[in-house]
């Protein structure tokens, strides 16, 4: 466990907005961002998110007001070792991408590993130098940080947890994360990891590229899926501590580390829209189809990472929970098929429809560019002969990570971690049914 002190949180909803909070009375300047002297013998500092002149919708940056300017919370750096977190391009040559793969859940080792040391990344895709692609990581942490703090500048961090809790305690403050619970940490935060109840594991997936956002509901209209009211930014509160206290930035796939004398987590008040946030992904509302067919999975985008190109999502993060199920004389589960984006899933809770069996919670499957996938034989014949009364898939949390960029494995991914030789079997016993008849044989 750590020996840092418990912070006091709080958090305020909404989505990208423009949020201000104090922890102490009158910190934070009114009507101006940069006073000649502030308030407490502050510094006034602006963590820029996106460019200075991007479109004002996308524009984030927030004003901080801290005992000390960031420039004091790293001295020189020197490179360490984290050899289990790979990023992009990281083409294995001895590892083969090109396949359906399942995994186990990874399972704990018995070693003391933190949000650093236990992180595992399973598939890198894009190239963190241009800013675009993703990393897909599985994290086991059975410790804190203790005094050891951490940014990426390379990303912008989605946590998706599978069992155990962590704290966030960063640089705007608390953010304390559960199962079914999703947390955004954005690009140069700093934060360090807390264990609340461990062991923990869950994924994460490392964006390199634009923020992730709400997707726009077209014909939706202005509610259901996620609402930005049920997103949560922390409150402000801070450290005021002298420590031995270590930085650790990830920067261009490297990792560094830097000696300071105090705890960096030191910003008093601030006010802006670049914040982490937290969402329970119990209060996504699904849309689906209420008559007949099956919707693409894109009904159930909880949030969106651009690429540039209109329609094309360097990341979806798409959720599928609980939900009625009444298409009529339709083949419910997913249908078969081929995509031109990667799908990587991970499931949180319960069973997942497609595949009853093999698919279970802390495990992660992967379907790469181009690679046909669908319902296994038990599903396929069990959707295809049910009985089509309105039910309800109860008891089910499975999520995709899914970009338009080739996922290459990692050798960990491949060789150490619980990889299902025989997955592609599950489709083994799927069989011709033509026979020349209409009614096929069944
Ligand atoms: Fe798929």
């Not at 490392?206 to 209209?221: A, H, M």
């Not at 540039?308 to 939900?323: E, K, S, W």
């Amino acid at each position: 466990m750590t020996g840092a002190p418990s912070l006091s949180g709080g958090y305020a909803p909404g989505f990208g907005n423009d949020f201000e909070t104090e922890a102490l009375p009158g910190a934070l300047p009114r009507g101006m961002n940069s006073p000649q002297r502030c308030a407490y013998g502050l510094y006034a500092e602006q963590l820029s998110g996106t460019p200075f002149t991007a479109p004002r919708g996308q524009n984030e940056r927030t004003w901080c007001y801290r005992i000390r300017p960031s420039v004091k919370h790293m001295g020189r750096m020197s490179r360490i070792d984290l050899p289990y977190w790979k990023s992009a391009p990281h083409v294995d040559p001895e590892v083969t991408s090109l396949g359906q793969y399942r995994w186990d859940p990874v399972p704990h080792a018995g070693e003391a590993l933190t949000w650093l040391t236990g992180m595992r990344t399973m598939t890198t895709a894009g190239d963190v130098n241009t800013q675009v692609g993703m990393a897909a990581h599985v994290y086991l942490v059975t410790e804190g940080m203790g005094d050891t703090y951490f940014y990426s500048a390379d990303s912008e961090l989605l946590v998706v947890p599978q069992e155990g809790r962590l704290r966030f305690a960063t640089e705007l403050g608390v953010i304390d994360l559960a199962p079914q619970e999703v947390a955004v940490i954005p690009r140069g935060m700093v934060y360090r990891v807390d264990l609340l109840e461990g062991p923990a594991r869950g994924f994460v997936c490392e964006n390199y590229g634009q923020k992730f956002d709400l997707p726009d509901r077209g014909p939706i209209g202005a509610n259901c899926l996620a609402n930005p009211r049920d997103f949560l930014a922390p409150v402000a509160c801070f450290e005021d501590r002298d420590c031995e206290a270590r930085m650790v930035v990830k920067w261009c796939g490297a990792f560094h580390e830097s000696r300071i004398d105090h705890s960096p987590l030191d910003v008093i008040a601030w006010h802006g829209n670049y914040a982490p946030v937290k969402y329970d992904l119990k209060t996504f509302s699904p849309v689906g189809a209420i008559l007949f067919d099956h919707p693409d999975p894109s009904i159930f985008t909880v949030l969106t990472a651009p690429s540039g190109v209109p329609g094309t999502a360097n990341i979806d993060f798409v959720l599928f929970r609980d939900r009625w199920n009444v298409a009529e004389g339709t083949f419910r589960p997913p249908w078969y098929h081929k995509n031109v984006m990667s799908e990587l899933m991970g499931n949180i809770h319960g069973v997942y429809d497609a595949k009853p069996q093999g698919f279970v919670p802390g495990g992660m499957s992967l379907h790469n560019m181009m690679l046909p996938h669908g319902p296994d034989e038990d599903a396929f014949r069990a959707a295809s002969l049910a009985d089509l009364a309105p039910s309800k898939l109860e008891d089910t949390m499975a999520f995709m990570f899914e970009t338009r960029f080739p996922q290459h494995l990692t050798r960990f991914a491949a060789e150490e971690a619980p990889l299902q030789d025989d997955y592609v079997e599950c489709w083994a016993a799927l069989r011709k049914r033509f026979d020349g008849t209409p009614e096929g044989d069944w």
